[in-house]
Nanobody, 123 residues
């Protein structure tokens, strides 16, 4: 069982930046593709970004391309989401998750989830 803990959420003005972190337990962090998802009240859980095991490949939702950057530090068992040019529609609870398979945008492929960290963007 992998334990994931997100941090870095908060309140930020539109146009601002925020950096989220997700710390993972265990010795097998580098064997997982890692992803970020978000969920707003009344909405479905939405794919945001994912990064490959080595960190060499990244995938992004169209809504965040050019604004968000995902990265990982396998030596620290940590994945990051750097968010810039934030918009009110980015407001959501953000989750990180681990994926041992393919289909990186599908939340059903992720077996382990963090508790989430709230991001609120004011207009």
């Amino acid at each position: 069982q992998v334990q994931l803990v997100e941090s870095g959420g908060g309140l930020v003005q539109a146009g601002g930046s925020l950096r989220l972190s997700c710390a993972a337990s265990g010795r097998t962090f580098s064997t997982y593709t890692m992803g970020w998802f978000r969920q707003a009240p009344g909405k479905e859980r939405e794919f945001v970004a994912a990064v490959s095991r080595s960190g060499s490949t990244a995938w992004y939702a169209d809504s965040v391309k050019g604004r968000f950057t995902i990265s990982r530090d396998n030596a620290k068992n940590t994945v990051y989401l750097q968010m810039s040019s934030l918009k009110p529609e980015d407001t959501a609870l953000y989750y990180c998750a681990s994926n041992s398979g393919s289909a990186v945008t599908d939340p059903r492929r992720y077996a382990n989830w963090g508790q989430g960290t709230q991001v609120t963007v004011s207009s």
